[in-house]
């Protein structure tokens, strides 16, 4: 899988929340907050995931309220917010993974 390469800057306006935190950190990866490492991103969908979030080793959180964390984007709706980033990374995959037809081509 390509690696995401977005700053959190990018992604917090893409999913349009308030960044705390270093604006420029990368994010390769979204990952579950469980299994992730630095480079990744990983959503704090509900209160029961809170406690976990203290322990991540991801590089930021998505949240639906301050957890603290180093790095983090608060919204909303978590939800949403990994719908709205999930759709501009598809839409950005497609386009750089256009291909043409060569009018050769038999």
Request: aromatic share 6%; net charge neutral; proline share 2%.
């Amino acid at each position: 899988m390509t690696p995401l390469n977005l700053s959190l800057k990018k992604i917090s306006d893409i999913v349009g929340g308030s960044l705390k935190g270093d604006a420029s950190t990368l994010i390769s990866n979204i990952t579950p907050i469980e299994d992730a490492t630095s480079g990744d991103l990983s959503f704090v969908m509900e209160d029961k995931f809170l406690n976990k979030a203290k322990g991540t080793k991801a590089s930021a959180l998505v949240t639906f309220k301050s957890t603290g964390f180093e790095n983090e984007i608060i919204v909303k709706n978590t939800r949403n917010a990994l719908q709205l980033l999930l759709a501009f990374i598809t839409k950005n995959n497609e386009a750089s993974n256009s291909f043409t037809i060569s009018d050769t081509a038999i």
